[in-house]
């Protein structure tokens, strides 16, 4: 156990608790802690470690973590103790961090869960304590760009957005969508689109080819709600775009992107996909059209690069096939579909990025890290997107075959090892638009562009 001593000035944040009715508390004595796969430890102990502390970003949030009693570092006892009861004798629950967007957790809170707890819904849980009047997480802020930082949202021009879009074009299945998850879903991408900046998603499909674990829009075994519904009408070519081009009219470098959380997979989606792409291009050569995507149909994927996709982001918690079935499950694919339609989008000379789920004590361990830095080289990945795994962490590491979740090098060794790899690779959290990665490094690959 490290964090017994700390440099100079490193905050020491001490545990948080929760009563029953969500009060948060901090212990007086016991130090939070953190867990990456290893032994928990004490956050802020060493400076570029994975237990450094930054303070909580503006825009998280705090969780209760029900049925989990919070494990702390007693200093005087040189060990890790549960606090299970206040001094009351009231149970008391851990707390965790939901992180806002563009960062990523380098460590996850630490508990023993109690008999009967329940699932945790599909959010991720990063370590959190408190000190110096304020919270501190374990993790870094892996983009730099504003566009979803949470104070940059008046909810009230997002409303006369709507209002606007819908009086110009009321029957748009696709407006009417992304009203939905502007305004019930808080969804930042869709106000961002209502406030005309930035990226446009555009929602089209109802089914999917996966059966991911932590699937956020459809939970049939009913373990756990899911975030929101699914999609239930696709909209018209015609309709996505009339979007699409009045995004991209208004919005400089404007990126419009298929595929997003409210939806199955956009590629099952065969004819309206290749009909939008062709009606968006005949409108305009301008924009970024991008795909996020499971990438499960090569031979689809390459045909779209041909007929106007400008980038495909692949998501995967994987780079090791193994792995990747656990989480995903896919239905009629495998994982070398998803592999050939990277290398078909570089043929095309088209970009492509991961969607990493970055899971603390998974994604850093050195087997997959070696999977990784194989893969960007075999498909010519030129940007990592990390986001964190939202999903209960001991259903995560239940599903893994044993001795793949353990003690890791941290999110800071880890990014600096894909760099040392790939010098190329751009890390981030947002699509970017095409001007930005044109000046980027060459990722390698094969670039032959037929289209």
């Not at 050569?285 to 980038?311: H, Q, W």
């Not at 990014?415 to 981030?428: D, M, N, S």
Request: hydrophobic share 40%.
């Amino acid at each position: 156990m490290s964090g017994a001593r700390r440099p100079p000035g490193a905050p020491r944040p001490r545990l948080l608790y929760s009563d029953d009715h969500g009060v948060i508390r901090d212990h007086p004595l016991l130090w939070a802690l953190g867990e990456g796969g290893g032994d928990p430890q004490p956050l802020g102990a060493i400076r570029r470690s994975p237990s450094a502390a930054l303070a909580m970003p503006r825009g998280s949030d705090l969780f209760l973590l029900p049925g989990r009693t919070p494990l702390g570092w007693h200093p005087g006892r040189r060990q890790i103790v549960p606090f299970a009861h206040d001094a009351e004798g009231r149970p008391v629950h851990a707390v965790a961090c939901f992180l806002a967007p563009a960062h990523t957790a380098a460590l996850l809170a630490a508990y023993e869960t109690r008999p009967g707890a329940p699932v945790l819904p599909l959010y991720s849980y990063a370590a959190v304590g408190f000190a110096r009047g304020r919270y501190w997480t374990a993790a870094q802020r892996v983009d730099s760009d504003p566009r979803q930082d949470p104070w940059r949202f008046d909810l009230q021009a997002v409303r006369r957005g709507v209002a606007a879009a819908l009086e110009d074009d009321p029957q748009n299945a696709l407006l009417q969508q992304l009203r939905r998850c502007a305004l019930e879903y808080q969804c930042r991408a869709a106000q961002n689109f209502y406030l005309g900046r930035h990226e446009a998603p555009l929602p089209i499909s109802t089914a999917c080819n996966a059966r991911c674990l932590g699937c956020i829009s459809l939970q049939a075994d009913g373990r756990f709600k899911a975030a929101h519904e699914r999609l239930g009408r696709a909209p018209s070519a015609a309709e996505i775009a009339r979007v699409a081009a009045g995004h991209i009219a208004r919005v400089p470098q404007a990126v419009v992107s298929f595929g997003q959380g409210c939806e199955g997979e956009p590629l099952l989606m065969r004819d309206l996909i290749r009909d939008a792409i062709r009606a968006i291009r005949a409108r305009t050569r301008a924009g970024t059209i991008n795909l996020n995507s499971n990438a499960s149909l090569p031979d689809l994927v390459e045909e779209l690069a041909i007929l106007g996709l400008d980038s495909l982001r692949v998501s995967l918690n994987s780079a090791r096939a193994e792995l990747y079935r656990i989480y995903f499950r896919p239905q009629g694919y495998d994982f070398a579909a998803v592999v050939e339609s990277m290398r078909a989008m570089r043929r095309c000379g088209r970009f492509v990025s991961l969607n990493l789920f970055y899971f603390p004590g998974v994604t850093d361990r050195w087997e997959e890290i070696e999977a990784l830095g194989d893969l960007i080289a075999r498909c010519g990945v030129g940007m990592v997107q990390l986001r964190n795994l939202n999903i209960d962490p001991e259903l995560y590491r239940a599903q893994l075959p044993p001795g793949v979740a353990g003690a890791g090098v941290g999110l800071s060794a880890f990014l600096q090892e894909l760099r040392r790899r790939a010098p190329h690779l751009q890390l981030g959290y947002f699509n970017p638009p095409k001007e930005r990665y044109a000046t980027w490094p060459s990722p390698g690959g094969d670039t032959r562009d037929r289209a």
